[in-house]
């Protein structure tokens, strides 16, 4: 079902997905969740406390990974909108690329225990580069779908809830999975085996859900049919500077920062300072049953008033949440982290939302579809905000005497000073309270809204069924066939 036109009212409609579709692009981000996640919490840890690799190391690795970062997201942004191919423009590259995925992922964890500080480091960069070319092409595809199968808010929004829902569950099995095979946080000797092992069958098994997913989401051919891209450096332009792109990617950059510091430290403040008999779980029960519980309801202030301004109530929520963590007793961390994980329930559900509102600005503007470019240029800000957090992570532990499990001649050393302790504080409280709160602040001068929005709807509605004509008129097949909505 296209782009069509109520008879009674002249407005044009966006078609509704079909649950199929919505069940692919769900698994697809479960995937990406359980492997991005288990990468996000382990990697400062693994290389740092288990392997013993020092402070300095791991910062020049993220530097040189940041500046790759600032290159591929672009780059393959723009090559994934100007592709044409008899399976679209996005679906060859979600496909064929889960394979590597997999295998660069697993990689990582299997560094030599007893290499060289130098080893260490080239075995760090290159696997963390391999990996990340591999999530840059899967996690920009995946992307580009929210905005292109649908122009309805209301269907982007019970798409991004379905993504949230199976992102969360993902992002769970990320912290449990390593809970069970990870050495540390026993004050016992341990091996790396299971671990890796582990880390192999995750591997494996997500990227087989984004291979599966591909064969289900079908692209609108009517985009891929666009003849007259822009070029190269005419696309850049655009979009760096469109306003609404750069007040969007400010507060996208805080979110990233925010998650990418408070789950990196997560486990150090379960092993560290809130120390429950029950391991991490109690602090990941108090994080993920607010959020999950609120990804649903998310809809209700949808429905009322728009989304960024929906999107700036939450990031606010969030970041009064993260912020007592510094500051509350350590029995009452469960409730501040509560606090946290229902504010961030908003940006789980809005953040693609209102990128896509951006895409739709852009189109009718340049008369070009180009999620692509907007989420490689997204990336370009959000992917070093990772890199920037590892690397603060590392700092701060270092600046505050925390002892590593290497120093303690491979046992987890649980009595750490209380200099350690606050340092921690800071990384999963304070400084994410911060970030959100900037994030928040920069919403307020998000141009798309009120009359501007809803004229924006229409227009973007009446451009589509323009394109789907032309498209029919030379393409036997229906939009309803190649797109998978229901009727």
């Known amino acids: 079902m296209q782009s069509s036109l109520n008879p009674e009212t002249t407005e044009f409609t966006a078609p509704q997905l079909s649950s199929r579709t919505k069940m692919a692009f769900g698994l697809a981000q479960l995937g990406m969740a359980v492997i991005g996640g288990v990468y996000t919490a382990m990697l400062t840890k693994f290389f740092q406390d288990n392997m013993g690799l020092d402070q300095k ?19 393959f942004g723009e090559i994934t909108d100007r592709t ?14 889960a394979p590597f995925y997999a295998l660069t992922f ?18 760090m960069l290159v696997t963390m580069l391999l990996y990340d070319t591999c999530f840059t092409i899967i996690g920009l595809v995946h992307g580009t779908f929210m905005p292109e199968l649908s122009e309805s808010d209301i269907e982007r929004g019970k798409l991004s809830i379905v993504a949230a829902l199976f992102g969360l569950l993902g992002t769970l099995l990320a912290f449990i999975i390593p809970e069970f095979v990870r050495p540390g ?50 696309a850049i332009k655009s979009t760096l500077t469109n306003k609404s792109f750069i007040i969007y990617v400010i507060t996208s950059f805080m979110c990233t920062f925010m998650f990418a510091v408070a ?20 602090l990941l029960g108090a994080l993920f049953i607010p959020l999950t519980i609120g990804v649903p309801l998310v809809k209700y202030p949808l429905q009322r008033w728009e989304a960024a301004k929906v999107w700036r109530g939450y990031l606010i929520l969030c970041a009064i949440g993260f912020s007592l963590v510094y500051f509350l007793p350590t029995p009452l961390l469960p409730l501040a982290i509560a606090i946290a994980g229902f504010g961030y329930s908003g940006n789980q559900v809005v953040n693609y939302i209102v990128l896509s509102q951006v895409v739709d600005d852009d189109e009718l503007r340049t008369g070009m579809r180009r999620e692509g470019s907007y989420l490689g240029a997204n990336a370009l800000v959000t992917k070093p905000a990772q890199s920037l957090a590892i690397w603060i992570t590392a700092f701060i532990l270092t600046q505050t005497a925390f002892v590593t499990t290497q120093a303690n001649g491979g046992v987890p050393f649980l009595n750490q000073p209380e200099s350690a302790r606050m340092g921690i504080r800071a990384l999963v ?24 929005l809803e004229d924006q709807k229409q227009r973007i509605l009446a451009l589509h069924a323009e394109k789907q004509a032309r498209f029919q008129a030379n393409d036997p097949l229906t939009a309803e066939d190649e797109i998978g909505f229901e009727s």
Not at 106 to 123: V, Y
Not at 263 to 282: C, E, K, N
Request: glycine share 8%; proline share 6%.
């Open 57 to 75: 190391w791991i910062g020049v690795a993220m530097i040189i990974y940041a500046v790759w970062n600032a290159i591929n997201d672009p780059i």
């Open 84 to 97: 044409k191919s008899k399976l679209g423009r996005r679906i060859p590259y979600l496909r064929y690329t």
């Open 106 to 123: 697993a990689a990582i964890w299997f560094c030599p225990e007893n290499a060289s500080q130098i080893l260490k480091f080239w075995w």
């Open 185 to 234: 946080g026993t004050g016992e000797h341990a091996s790396l085996t299971p671990f890796r092992m582990a880390m192999l069958a995750v591997g494996i098994v997500c990227s087989a859900m984004i291979f599966y997913a591909s064969f289900v989401i079908k692209e609108r051919r009517e985009f891929s049919a666009e003849a007259n891209q822009l070029h190269w450096w005419q």
């Open 263 to 282: 789950m990196g430290a997560i486990y150090y403040l379960s092993d560290y300072v809130y120390q429950s008999p029950f391991g991490v779980f109690p």
């Open 429 to 452: 409280g304070l400084i994410p309270g911060i970030s959100l709160a900037l994030g928040a602040l920069a919403l307020t001068w998000f141009p798309l809204k009120g009359k501007l």
